[in-house]
């Protein structure tokens, strides 16, 4: 790298915000915003349902493909007499 890019990468992260530096900013310690809990749980509770769901999805799915692997299984069976 010249000196001529590092002065410039100097100065793109000089005002890149902490953020977007990768940094975390940590708020000072103490009570959290009015109505933070809540909306904490909130959010939890989003997380979790959506999760259920996608797992109930995929159960349903994997269901359908056994029954009919079981079905063309059964079929192949039938007419080939194995």
Request: proline content about 6%; cysteine-free; hydrophobic content about 35%.
């Amino acid at each position: 790298m010249t000196s001529k890019q590092r002065r410039s990468s100097d100065r793109l992260n000089a005002n890149a915000s902490p953020r977007s530096a990768g940094h975390i900013v940590q708020q000072p310690a103490g009570k959290p915003p009015a109505g933070f809990p809540t909306l904490l749980k909130q959010i939890k509770a989003r997380i979790q349902l959506a999760q259920t769901r996608a797992i109930l999805a995929a159960n349903t799915e994997l269901v359908r493909l056994y029954w009919d692997i079981g079905r063309l299984i059964d079929e192949r069976q039938e007419r080939e007499g194995w």
